[in-house]
């Protein structure tokens, strides 16, 4: 019973001394920012997903433009034509099914790109996130704060009400520079994203 008196008084005074190493308050958090939308940006991957969805939509602009052509070629065809004749009764038969072609065309290739362009950002904003935990469990940091740049917006609001819905939305008011984590997040995902694509590399 002595022995086990004598235990307790020990730890009770080995936590006593903890406790007053810090004056018994709890150990701060640690906390950083970072400008998200600008990691977005700037981030190769998101970079490279606009460049491939920029030259997709550049070749659904020209097919639909010749598409368009053949059509324009067709009823310039049908003014040579004797007005209800059986060569022009199929050219415009033909007309109308071109037509229908181009509109289904024009809403289908829309409607995958911007299902494309969706998708392909959503996978970069969730690749990122994780990455910023990863980085903050790495580094010690307990909480990461959306950070963003408004100051060019503020000075160009139009009216009061769109100048106080900015002021309303904005999360950071102020963080010392080493608190900002951006730059460091942006460099390590971008060094990631070209070492695993050096095709995507410029040439030097």
Known sequence: MRKTWTTVVVLAGLAALLVGANGGKP???RVAVCDLARVVDDYKRVQSLQAEL???EKVRVEEVKRRSDVIELMAKQMDDLK????DRKKLE??????MYE???YRE??????????RDGLLSCYEEIVAFIKQYAETNGIDLVIYKEQLDQQLKAAQNTQELKAMINTRRVLYNGAPL???ENVIAALNAKWTADHPEAVPAQ
């Open 27 to 29: 150990e701060p958090s």
């Open 54 to 56: 920029a030259q997709k």
């Open 83 to 86: 007005e209800g004749s059986e």
């Open 93 to 98: 038969e033909t007309a109308w099914e071109k």
């Open 102 to 104: 181009l509109k289904a």
């Open 108 to 117: 289908t290739e829309q409607g995958r790109l911007q299902r494309q362009s």
């Open 180 to 182: 900002d984590i951006t």
